[in-house]
């Protein structure tokens, strides 16, 4: 909004124009605090001043947003502003197939940069932005993205610590977490912390911010200046610089401003050091008057989706999501009622996805599990990781996963162009790249086994058809060899038989 963040957007600039200062400006802050809306501004702010931006943001939920993905963007962009470089920058493309991020790091972006660093005054190079640095690798950095984040981390250290990638400059926002702090010391990064809790003082840039926000949304509801005013004296202080706490609190008065006025403040106030106990109170509040009055039969199907919603590796489609466990059950809609329930905490679009990471992790607390009982098990990641694996697996061994799917004349198959969407349904795209994932984190039982040996005997060369079709081919080897780490698997197939 205008006139907000002023104060930070200004510091960021200047060490962005800095030419001696450390190229990695580390933007560090609680969840919801504002880092990404912050990354944004930064980067329409330079594009105003003429200056070339990209821009890449990571997200836990999309196993497709990878470090890989990060430098081919940069390296895309790069080819895209300079054309002088699109030769080199094929060229280093060549034979980049392979998992290996510090090769590909170098032949696309470290070497281009070097030739551009020549070419180009300080003031007109790009500006790279990566925002939500903690979100690669997936949730909590699992077992399948540990490798791409460490991967991560170092090709970034190697760019804050070679002398001619100094001058580019990199503003990269992050949750602060510890072993980030460590490996980017203040040595060699501009560190620069948005205040959220106990740092947060009435009548600082922080709150005037918050309040200005809130006037602006308050004001749209039509309860009159009186009430306005009380409610800003109310809900500022207990916001305590988080703004997605802000914006959740609008979106939830929205629908009966008076009351839920009340019902916020008859909540008593937490300790709030990170500001994080009054965020996960507001959010308790949206999910007691979203599920309140629900039967046991719906609990199951709530649980199993908004489960779903975490754990799973892409965002999952409702044709897919009524295939869970208590979904479908007579005339009962769960889709519907977690949709309008939780209408202040979910994206607009057409798939069910948080709007913010920090309910996600409100889930995951141990605050949820001892404030709401009946819906604890959101939180069980081997119940939801089974169902996962199971509703997978159901897919591969069913008819859907077949010979031909695409429907090719062999006569022209050196001619291919189909539609992929009509042709491989999203839960046989979704089982097909994620089923491994989902086997390899869910203790085996007799079930299981046999479905695996079913689709190793039986299925493997429709399974691969499908990831050509989808252009995942290739990643094919990566998701047998961690099919191998299963060790129910090493007693059902020898891959040298694959």
């Known amino acids: 909004m205008e006139d907000t963040r002023t104060i930070i957007l200004q510091e960021i600039e200047d060490e962005i124009k800095n030419v001696d200062g450390p190229n990695m400006i580390l933007i560090r802050g609680s969840p919801g605090v504002g880092k ?21 943001r990571f997200d836990r939920t999309q196993s497709t947003v990878t470090t890989i993905a990060l430098w081919r963007t ?77 991967g991560l981390l170092h090709t970034l250290k190697h760019w804050a610590q070679v002398d001619h990638l100094k001058k580019f400059k990199l503003v990269i926002t992050s949750r602060p977490e510890d072993h980030v702090s460590r490996i980017f010391p203040e040595s060699i990064s501009i560190h620069i912390n948005i205040p959220s809790g106990n740092n947060v003082k009435p009548g600082d840039d922080t709150s005037h911010d918050i309040r200005v926000f809130l006037k602006s949304r308050l004001e749209l509801m039509g309860e009159g200046d009186a009430w306005i005013k009380r409610a800003l004296d109310r809900l500022v202080p207990r916001a305590s610089g988080i703004f997605i706490w802000a914006t959740t609190v ?33 959010y308790l509040t949206v999910v007691e008057a979203a599920f309140t009055w629900i039967c046991e039969e719906e609990i199951q199907g709530v649980v199993s989706v908004m489960g779903a919603m975490i754990f799973a590796k892409q965002p999952l489609s409702d044709d897919v999501l009524l295939m869970l466990p208590g979904v479908k059950i007579g005339d009962s809609d769960v889709l519907r009622l977690i949709r309008k329930g939780l209408m202040s905490v979910l994206d607009s679009g057409p798939v069910l996805h948080f709007h913010h990471r920090s309910f996600e992790d409100f889930l995951l607390s141990v605050y949820f599990r001892q404030q709401s009982h009946k819906l604890s098990g959101i939180w069980d990641r081997e119940l939801h990781e089974r169902q996962l694996a199971i509703l997978c697996l159901k897919a591969m061994v069913s008819s859907e996963l077949r010979f031909n799917m695409g429907n090719l004349d062999s006569s022209s198959i050196n001619n291919v162009d189909i539609d992929v969407k009509s042709t491989v349904s999203p839960l046989i795209s979704y089982s097909s790249l994620f089923w491994v994932d989902h086997v390899t984190q869910t203790p085996s039982d007799e079930k299981m086994m046999v479905a695996v040996q079913f689709v190793m005997y039986e299925k493997l060369l429709f399974w691969l058809e499908v990831m050509s079709l989808t252009g995942n081919v290739h990643k094919a080897y990566l998701i047998l060899r961690r099919a191998a780490t299963w060790k129910v698997c090493l007693q059902i197939f020898s891959l040298r038989y694959v």
């Open 36 to 56: 990404s809306a912050l990354a944004a501004s930064i980067a329409n702010r330079l594009v105003d001043q003429k200056r070339h931006v990209i821009s890449f």
């Open 74 to 150: 940069v390296a895309c962009d790069l080819a895209r502003l300079y054309p002088f470089l699109r030769q080199h920058i094929a060229q280093g493309n060549q034979g980049h197939n392979s998992p290996d991020i510090d090769r590909l790091f170098k032949s696309l972006v470290e070497v281009p940069l070097s030739m551009l660093g020549d070419t180009v005054p300080y003031e007109e190079l790009p500006v790279i932005v990566i925002d939500a640095l903690d979100e690669c690798g997936g949730q909590g950095h699992d077992s399948s993205g540990k490798d791409d984040h460490k």
């Open 250 to 282: 609008a979106d939830f008065l929205e629908v009966d401003p008076r009351v839920r006025l009340g019902i916020l403040e008859s909540k008593k106030r937490g300790d709030n050091t990170e500001g994080l106990d009054e965020l996960y109170s507001v």
